[in-house]
Structures are given as C-alpha cells and as structure tokens.
C-alpha cells in the first residue's frame, strides 16, 4: 500500500511527497524554481521489439531538453498506468529527474487495472519516489460506481487526461497518430491539449477561449510506435520510432525542431529561474509570504507551491520596480539638467561651458537607458508583477476551493490571454503551482481564511481592500502634487512676465537675465514633470486603484450577506476573474510606456 500522510479525506484524495511518505526522498520537486513539467499520454500495449529504441528515443529527448535548457529542471508528470506511462517514468528515475505522479482515484482502485502482482509493485516502488496526488471522485461517483470497467470509470481517466494536460508544458506521446473515439485515451488526450475538447466529456461549446487564441499550451512531442495488436502500426504517413513536434500551427503542424515561439516562453521562464536562485537569500529574508504563520494546515498543504513562488515573483518585482523607479528619476533628472544648460548657455553667452554639462547630461542618460533595456528591468518589472498577481489570485481561489463550475478551467486558463504569446510563460508557472490545490477539496476553514487574508477589511489595515484603499489616497496626493507644481509654475511664470512687462527698463542686466531664465526654466518644470507622471501613468494608476477598492468593498459586503458557502465562493471567483482583468490591462497599459531616453513623454 501507498502509505498517505497528507490526506484530502473529502472526496478521497490525497497528497504525498517522498520523504512524506516513505521517509526517504527520491529526486524532489523543485519549489523555488519553475521546472519544465513533461506530461505523458501513451498506449499500454506498445510492441516489444519496439520497446529498447522507444526507452532510447524517450532518454534523448530528456537530454535534448536539458542541454538547451540548462535553467530548466525537468518533471516527468506520469500517471504510471502499464506501457507508455511507465516506460517513460522508469527512463526520467533512471536519469535522476523526479515524478509527479496523478492518478484517477484512489490507489487502491487504481491498482486492479494492473495485470499482475510484479505491475502493483512496480508502481509502488515508483510511486515511492514521486510526489502523488489522488483526483477527487467525479461529483455524483462513489468507489462503487467506479469499480467495474464502464462509462463512470472511462470519464474518471478522461478528466485524468484533462488534468495532465492543464499541468504540463510539453504532452510527451507515445501515440500511433490515429484517431480515437475511446474516452480518456491517447488520442483524446492529444486532442484535448490541442484543442480543449475532448468528446464525451468536454464539448467544443464547453472549451476556453484557447481554442481561438493563439498560445504556449498546444506543445506535443510525438514519438510514433506501434500497438501490440492486429493493425497496430502507425497511422499512414508515420513510420515507428519517428520523432515529431506536434503543434496547431495551420502551416507546419509538425517540425523537427521546437518552434521558436515556445523557446522564447522557456527562455522567459529560465530567466525568471536564474532571478529567483540569484536573489534566493534577499528573498527568503525580506519577501512578504501569502501565508501567514498560523495558515491552517489544510490551506498551506495544497497552497504553498503557490505561495513560495509568489515569494519570488513578488520580491523580483519589487527589486526591479525599484531600479526601474530610479532609472526613470535619473533620466528625468538629467533632462532637467540639460533644460538649464541649454537655457544658461542660451542667455547667458558667458557660459560657454553649459553646453559640455548638457552633451554630459545628454550621455549620462543614454547610457543609463542602455543599462537598463539591455538588463530588461522594464519587461522583468512588469512580467514578474503580473505573475506575482496571478499567482495571489490563484493561492486564494485555491485556499477557498473556487473552481469555474467545470472540471476543465484552472486559474491559469485566459490569464494574460489575449496579450503577447510570450507572456504564456506566466501561465506554464501557475500550471505547476496550482497542481495540488486543483485536486484539492473545499473546505469552510480554506473559504474563512481566503475571505479574511485576500478580502480583509478597512478597519483592520489587511487584505486587499485595506490596501487599494490606501494606494488611491497616496496616488491622489501625487496626482495633486503634480497639478500643484503645474499651477505653480505657470501663475509664477506669469509673474515673472508681467514684472519684466512692467519694470524691464528699471531692472538691471543681471537681474532681468535670471528673471528671463526663470521664465524658461519654471515651464520647463512643469514639463518635466507631467511627462514623469504620464510615464508612471499617475492618473490611470487612480482610477484603477479607486476601482479595485470599490470592488473589494462591494465584495466585502456581498460576503458578509451571503447566505451559503457556494454563494461566497461565487463571490470570491467574480473577484478574481475581475482582479485577473484589471491585472492585465495593468500591465498593457505600463508596455505601452518603456523607459525611453529619447523622447520624454
């Protein structure tokens, strides 16, 4: 028997590591890093004389992927059902890459689709070293209705394909490339990852918007075999033992080599990787967790893979935002600077030096702009936020077991959908994070806790309604400070004229030179300044903020009349699709505004 430790006892899952539940740990999923999930789909009866060259094609294509990878570590996400599946586990255990193994139902149901004793242990033996979670049971399914071979039972793997499909980065199938009507198989599952359906137990009118959109979650690796079975070669065209990328692309569906468009999505996430490792320290010591010490246990065990990547995401953030912030003060800085060397050489002809203070002022800029779009400061910025808000949205839909009402979507599913494909990558991240908290049941004490720490109150200073609350008072403030420096400058500067208008002849040469800088130097102020406030879009950041208190203060109050638990958690998944919103129209809008030495503005 699997020995459980971490138990979802509510709709008969559970959730085990290797030192959990054995005490000795095998190769462990990496928690503070973003790893390259590979799910398998496969046949069981692959033919024998196949099997050596299968077992070799399966190790190069690890390899393959670690050498172009190296930031990468690779999981191998594998129910372990007998054939494909296993063969697949048994090479990643032999190379040291850890498991995550999903499975239907329960172990024990599980295990009478094995054909022998030898096959139960073999699955145990490998389960031993794998982090293992057990899907709930379909609503309305007991372990009874699921015992025999049936329809019930076929829709439990089925929604096992759907899962691995929702989790991975890359489908490693061993298929024979024909077509399938049987529920949950090879073919199917296939489908589903290209095209979000599965007949039977997902219809087209049920899919997601992926299916229009052009996206990261469509990779397959095909690697073509046969089936021990009359008229089991391969579908015509595919010869065994072929290799094959295998995308929706209307053009070249299949290529030998990865399409560039998902190298430039694992690059970003290699990327985010070598921050995270670069900046581990500065990040365990100062970074602010979603869950605090006394989280519940039954929150943290299906939450923390969420929440020890937000740690990351949101310190990263943090720390870029911050040079970002100063690079921009400096640019700004020196194009004020260079505003009163031009106008100090331009009326006072005896400073002929101001015009080597503005071409230093004028490089002085350049080159901090070239530090910081070669370091990509901006773009890190503005992803690693994004990702930090996603992922806070997921760790509290999680905690509260909010679900879209079908067992299809995850949190992931249309985040940042209709922004650059590239931004995918911070999808594949919440893939991995949430792949125990979208197994896992809901509870009232997850419901309380998500209400209090994402929700909160005014009163209190926490949540996210304190907090909205508290940036629209600061935002105003520097939105007044702006139009008060504005009002300033202009009504002294038409001070300025009218003395000059008036007094010009009395003034000396001295003092109606300065008086005449002033005039140029007061509007040039002004200037500088309200380009700044556009640049950091001040006003957008207002309204946006002023909204997102608004709507965690209407839901404040929704919750607290809510009547049912379902009710609150309908609530909380309006919230989220509408932080989710707000969190991507955030981040156009700051694209749209890249430091920019050359034209402030």
Known sequence: MIRRVSSLQAHGGFFSTPSQAHGEAGAALPGDRVPLVIGVTGHRDLVDDELPQLRLRVRD????????????????????????????????????????????????????????????????????????????????????????????RDAHYARLG??????????????????????????????????????????????????????????????????????GGPAEGLEPLDCWWFTTDEETPRTREMPAAYLKVFEHTAEFNRDALRFRKDIRGAGWPLLPDDTPDSVRAVAEPVDSMFLAADWLAVHFQSRVTRAMRAIYSLAALMGLAFIAYSDLHTLDFMVYLFLLFFFGGVVIHRVAERRAWHRKYL???????????????????????????????????????????????????????????????????????????????????????????????????????????????????????????LISYQARAVLIMLMGILPLIAAIRDSYAQKRAEKELIKQYVFMGRIFRNAARQLEAAQTEDARRQILKALGDAALEEHAQWLLMHRERPLDHGRLG
């Open 383 to 505: 992803d690693y936020r994004a990702l930090a808000e996603g992922l806070r949205v997921q760790c509290y839909w999680i905690a509260a077991g909010v679900t879209a009402g079908r067992t299809t979507k995850f949190a992931h599913d249309n985040f940042l959908q209709k922004q650059d494909v590239e931004l995918g990558w911070i999808r594949n991240v919440m893939r991995y994070t949430g792949r125990r908290g979208d197994a896992a049941p809901q509870s009232r004490e997850g419901l309380d806790f998500a209400r209090r720490e994402w929700v909160g109150d005014a009163q209190s200073g926490d949540g996210q309604l304190a907090y909205y609350q508290r940036k629209a008072l600061e935002r105003g403030r520097l939105g007044r400070l702006t139009a008060g420096i504005g009002t300033f400058c202009l009504w002294t500067g038409i001070g300025v004229a009218v003395i000059l208008a008036l007094f010009g002849g």
């Open 162 to 231: 759907i899962y691995l499909c929702a989790h991975c980065h890359i489908l490693l199938a061993l298929w024979d490339g024909k077509d399938s009507k049987k529920l949950g198989g090879t073919a199917q599952v296939v489908g589903f990852h290209h095209w979000d359906e599965m007949p039977g137990f997902v219809e087209r009118k049920e899919s997601s918007i992926q299916v229009l959109a052009e996206d990261e979650s469509d990779l397959v690796y095909h690697l073509v075999c046969s089936r021990d079975r009359p008229g």
């Open 61 to 152: 294509f690890f390899s393959t992927l670690q050498k172009t990878h190296p930031d990468l570590p690779i999981v191998v996400m594998s129910p372990l059902a007998e054939g494909a599946d296993r063969l697949v586990a048994e090479e990643a255990q032999a190379m040291g890459i850890p498991l995550f193994v999903p499975l239907p139902f329960a172990a024990e149901l599980y295990e009478q689709d094995f054909a022998t004793a030898e096959s139960v242990e073999r699955f145990r033996v490998l389960c031993a070293d794998a982090e293992v979670i057990e899907l709930p049971l379909l609503q309305g399914d007991t372990p009874a209705s699921i015992a025999e071979h049936g329809p019930r």
